[in-house]
């Protein structure tokens, strides 16, 4: 335990995590999208303060925890750039 919180990016992408499944708890009753949006503004700098002090492998890894929980967001992301491009 004590080697986590040695570890200022890991510590930082565990209580992101732990966050998210806080939020992921509490009823909505916009289906989570304010909460979404709350973890995007959170999660964005915290992925480029851990990419930028703890490396890349780090940053992979906030990247995979941010998108296992806002994969809703991401579809629509994806969706949105593949609708774009086939104009």
Do not use: K
Request: proline residues 5%; charged residues 10%; positive net charge.
């Amino acid at each position: 335990m004590n080697a986590l919180w040695s570890d200022p990016q890991l510590a930082g992408i565990c209580l992101w995590v732990l966050l998210a499944f806080v939020m992921a708890v509490i009823p909505s009753t916009d289906n989570h999208w304010r909460r979404a949006y709350v973890l995007m503004a959170i999660g964005a700098p915290l992925l480029v303060w851990v990419t930028w002090t703890g490396g890349i492998w780090y940053g992979l890894l906030g990247l995979i925890a941010a998108g296992s929980f806002l994969r809703w967001p991401l579809v629509y992301l994806l969706r949105w750039i593949r609708r774009q491009m086939a104009r």
